[in-house]
């Protein structure tokens, strides 16, 4: 019976594996499978899975001049966010239509609670009519794309991007390690109300009559239920308007504030509602065709080569079927690199397993000495893989490179202590 207690009490593990032959036999073993398993199950990705401590706050402020949205909103921001403990630098970068500010914080700093805290300050702020709220983002290498994907159309620019929105987004969403589907380089759609002046003035309305009567008629408001003995029923006034005949046939209501009795007028009495997309700033071509970006962003943890592998697939099947006019290919495929740096990393591994055994063949002139070191190297590699799985690591840039250098070192050190037990035993003595 194995005496545990006593094994506690060795003063080393050369000691326990020369008293204890089969529990040695059987560490190694463990370390061997589970570290085998722990490898299949590690994420794989090209930077680690770290939160910089760092911010961005994105500003979108259309048709606004730089000295207009430095003074109303970047300086207030500024003002506000100073305060945050443990910042230690903000950058500013104002443009037309919008800004970016950068918050450096301290190494040491949760950027979670940073994080929290910076919403906090932005929230209480008084922002211009019709802005967006500023956006804030962590920034973390896992949450960039692995792919970008390209769609060709011979379509028109709406239907297009219905289709990518409605169809492509939702085939890869599904996608196992698959996070998050980003439709890029597109319009999005909108309804355009064209007020026909003549029109307007010959009703005695202004454009300010036209918009009111829009925001009162498209909305959807909640009306209450209806119960009875044995049910209840929630009841909701629909108004909202998707298509532009829903929108033309909302009522104007009021003319300068004042309840219009007669004539009784819709929107489309005095002007023209068209389905469109708000202004094009930006466009996507691909082989000189216009289409759109899909950037594929995997799950944090997950494997990358395997997300892209199934992406691939996916492309391929999808090509298959689609609509005539359309086409769907990879244009960028950042998950290559990390590939090659696992492969480049796993025929250094085996090089140097080849190589130490025709040399420790050579020099030590005995298969067994052989095999001894050959065994050391995945029982310290492998063993390895356990210790990052369970602290939540990946195989990225940064922990493949510090593999490559360690087995350089694992394979000197074997052949150093086998070549000095062999000289031991040459001196007569034994096990014990």
């Not at 994105?58 to 403990?85: C, F, K, M, N, Q």
């Not at 379509?155 to 969403?173: C, E, G, H, K, Y």
């Not at 970006?293 to 799950?299: S, V």
């Not at 210790?387 to 195989?395: C, E, I, K, R």
Request: glycine letters at 8%; a neutral charge.
């Amino acid at each position: 019976m194995l005496n545990i207690g006593g094994l506690l009490k060795r003063k080393s593990l050369a000691d326990l594996s020369i008293d204890r032959p089969v529990f040695a036999w059987m560490l190694m073993t463990f370390m061997i499978v589970f570290g085998a398993i722990s490898f299949m199950r590690l994420g794989v990705s090209q930077m680690p899975d770290i939160d910089f401590p760092v911010l961005d706050v994105s500003i979108t402020y259309e048709g606004a001049a730089p000295a207009v949205i430095e003074a109303d909103l970047v300086e207030p921001i500024e003002s506000r966010v100073i305060s945050v403990e443990g910042l230690k630098e903000i950058r500013s970068t104002i443009r037309q239509g919008g800004a970016n500010i950068r918050l450096d914080f301290e190494i040491n700093r949760n950027i979670d609670s940073a994080l929290q805290e910076v919403q906090a300050a932005i929230s209480q702020m008084r922002l211009p009519v019709g802005i967006d709220p500023p956006v804030i983002r962590k920034q973390n290498p896992e949450e960039d794309p692995i792919l970008t994907l390209g769609l060709q159309s011979k379509q028109s620019p709406r239907d297009t991007i219905r289709f990518a929105d409605l169809v492509l987004v939702d085939q890869f969403q599904v996608l196992p390690g698959v996070g998050e589907v980003n439709v890029q380089g597109f319009s999005t759609r909108n309804l355009r109300i064209n007020v026909d002046n003549n029109k307007i003035k010959k009703n005695l309305l202004t454009v300010l009559d036209i918009a009111t009567a829009v925001q009162q008629g498209h909305s959807e408001l909640g009306a209450g239920y209806i119960e009875d003995k044995e049910k209840s029923t929630n009841v909701r006034a629909m108004g909202e308007g998707v298509e532009p005949e829903e929108i033309g046939n909302m009522w104007i209501r009021s003319r300068g504030g004042e309840v219009i009795r007669e004539p009784v007028l819709r929107i489309k009495d005095v002007a023209e509602v068209e389905d469109g997309l708000t202004d094009v700033r930006r466009f996507a071509r691909i082989n000189g065709v216009s289409g759109l970006a899909l950037g594929i962003k995997k799950q944090r943890g997950s494997n990358e080569v395997k997300v892209a592998e199934e992406v691939y697939k996916k492309v391929d099947e999808l090509n298959k079927t689609l609509p005539e006019g359309y086409k769907l290919q990879v244009n960028a495929d950042y998950s290559r690199a990390t590939g090659q740096i696992v492969e480049t990393t796993t025929h250094k591994l085996m090089m140097a397993a080849a190589v130490t055994a025709i040399i420790c063949f050579l020099f030590l002139g005995t298969w067994s000495s052989v095999i001894n070191v050959l065994l050391s190297i995945p029982t310290s590699i492998l063993g390895t893989f356990i210790v990052l799985y369970f602290a939540g690591f990946t195989l990225n840039l940064f922990t493949l490179l510090a593999l490559a250098l360690a087995i350089s070192i694992v394979v000197d050190d074997a052949i150093m202590m086998l070549e000095n037990i062999i000289r031991h035993f040459k001196m007569g003595k034994t096990r014990k």
